[in-house]
């Protein structure tokens, strides 16, 4: 089976400063939902997954929280146009066939991790649909992160790259599972998580493939040859170790719903009213044709009709 993992805020963000100026008559905006939509069916196409979900960022980790306090807070606030697409795309979700999932006080990339442990574990397949940098401690043999970066793909004319162990190596320069020592070490400017002053990704990958890990790293600071870094990695030896824990993600948290729970069933019906809602010309002829095309799918044949009958 194939586990499609949707990073949900991360796509709606993209999708509201993507697209510009859309709105439906009554002047809701729409632009979100369009390019929500139109990813999502993207992805579907692309990879035909089994399985699906979108994850939802419910609040903030308390360890995380009690650790730095200032984590995330330099975030600005959601646009005020977005709000009400966000909760448009929240319940439009199931509908398209995709769990919508969450936990309380609890981060989409935790939840993300919990489930890619669960798949693994059974011998699923599974496609990470995100742009944070921690979840690629998860890529492995039978997980992916999905992208569709230009820098990510391997020729123009690729509409997407699954991002597998070597494209890990090389775009971090490290293993998949040393990305998370990448992050302790570098810190991560987007969520407020220091770093040692004047070491970046090439810097931190080159220390810890000198040293082996951040383990015997911080273990041994006086073998770091460079003095000026070894005395910055000296004083910044706590926030590293607090860095640490810092991008350390959740891997048992409860899932919201069964792994069998997740199979892509659209209800298309539904979905068509909802977007009907937004008044999508082209994507709405679209959805129409594949719900007609469904549902004459789901009729059995005519021979078992008339069978049916006596």
């Given at each position: 089976m194939k586990l499609l993992l949707i990073d949900g805020h991360y796509y709606v963000y993209r999708s509201f400063f993507a697209i510009r100026e859309l709105s439906n008559s009554r002047g809701e905006p729409t632009n979100a939902i369009y390019g929500f939509v139109k990813t999502v069916r993207r992805m579907v196409k692309d990879l035909a997954p089994d399985l699906g979900a979108v994850v939802w960022d419910m609040g903030?980790?308390?360890?995380?929280?009690?650790?730095?306090?200032?984590?995330?807070?330099?975030?600005?606030e959601m646009p005020d146009l977005m709000r009400p697409q966000l909760t448009f795309i929240q319940n439009l979700v199931p509908f398209m066939g995709f769990a919508s999932l969450w936990l309380p006080d609890t981060e989409a990339d935790d939840l993300m991790a919990s489930y890619t442990v669960a798949a693994r574990a059974r011998g699923d397949e599974v496609v990470l649909a995100t742009n944070d940098k921690d979840l690629f401690q998860l890529v492995n043999g039978?997980?992916?992160?999905?992208?569709?970066?230009?820098?990510?793909?391997?020729?123009?004319?690729?509409?997407?790259?699954?991002?597998?162990?070597?494209a890990v190596?090389?775009?971090?320069?490290?293993?998949?599972?040393?990305?998370?020592?990448?992050?302790?070490?570098?810190?991560?400017?987007?969520?407020?998580?220091p770093g040692v002053e004047g070491v970046g990704?090439?810097?931190?990958?080159?220390?810890?493939?000198t040293h082996g890990s951040l383990d015997a790293l911080l273990a041994d600071l006086e073998a770091v040859k460079n003095e000026r870094v070894r005395e910055k990695l000296k004083a910044a030896r706590?926030?590293?170790e607090q860095?640490?824990?810092m991008v350390r993600l959740d891997l048992d948290l409860p899932l919201p719903q069964p792994l069998d729970a997740l199979a892509i069933r659209p209800c298309w019906p539904e979905l068509v009213a909802e977007l009907e809602k937004c008044e999508f010309k082209s994507l709405l002829a679209e959805v129409r044709a594949e719900?007609?095309?469904?549902?004459?799918?789901?009729?059995?044949?005519?021979?078992?009709k008339q069978g049916e009958l006596f």
């Amino acid at each position: 089976m194939k586990l499609l993992l949707i990073d949900g805020h991360y796509y709606v963000y993209r999708s509201f400063f993507a697209i510009r100026e859309l709105s439906n008559s009554r002047g809701e905006p729409t632009n979100a939902i369009y390019g929500f939509v139109k990813t999502v069916r993207r992805m579907v196409k692309d990879l035909a997954p089994d399985l699906g979900a979108v994850v939802w960022d419910m609040g903030m980790p308390q360890r995380r929280v009690a650790l730095q306090p200032a984590y995330k807070q330099q975030r600005a606030e959601m646009p005020d146009l977005m709000r009400p697409q966000l909760t448009f795309i929240q319940n439009l979700v199931p509908f398209m066939g995709f769990a919508s999932l969450w936990l309380p006080d609890t981060e989409a990339d935790d939840l993300m991790a919990s489930y890619t442990v669960a798949a693994r574990a059974r011998g699923d397949e599974v496609v990470l649909a995100t742009n944070d940098k921690d979840l690629f401690q998860l890529v492995n043999g039978n997980a992916k992160v999905y992208s569709t970066n230009k820098a990510d793909l391997a020729a123009p004319s690729d509409a997407f790259a699954l991002l597998g162990a070597d494209a890990v190596r090389k775009k971090w320069g490290v293993e998949p599972g040393q990305i998370g020592d990448v992050l302790a070490l570098i810190g991560d400017s987007v969520d407020n998580i220091p770093g040692v002053e004047g070491v970046g990704p090439k810097g931190a990958a080159t220390l810890l493939t000198t040293h082996g890990s951040l383990d015997a790293l911080l273990a041994d600071l006086e073998a770091v040859k460079n003095e000026r870094v070894r005395e910055k990695l000296k004083a910044a030896r706590a926030q590293i170790e607090q860095n640490r824990e810092m991008v350390r993600l959740d891997l048992d948290l409860p899932l919201p719903q069964p792994l069998d729970a997740l199979a892509i069933r659209p209800c298309w019906p539904e979905l068509v009213a909802e977007l009907e809602k937004c008044e999508f010309k082209s994507l709405l002829a679209e959805v129409r044709a594949e719900a007609a095309g469904a549902s004459v799918a789901a009729q059995p044949p005519a021979s078992q009709k008339q069978g049916e009958l006596f």
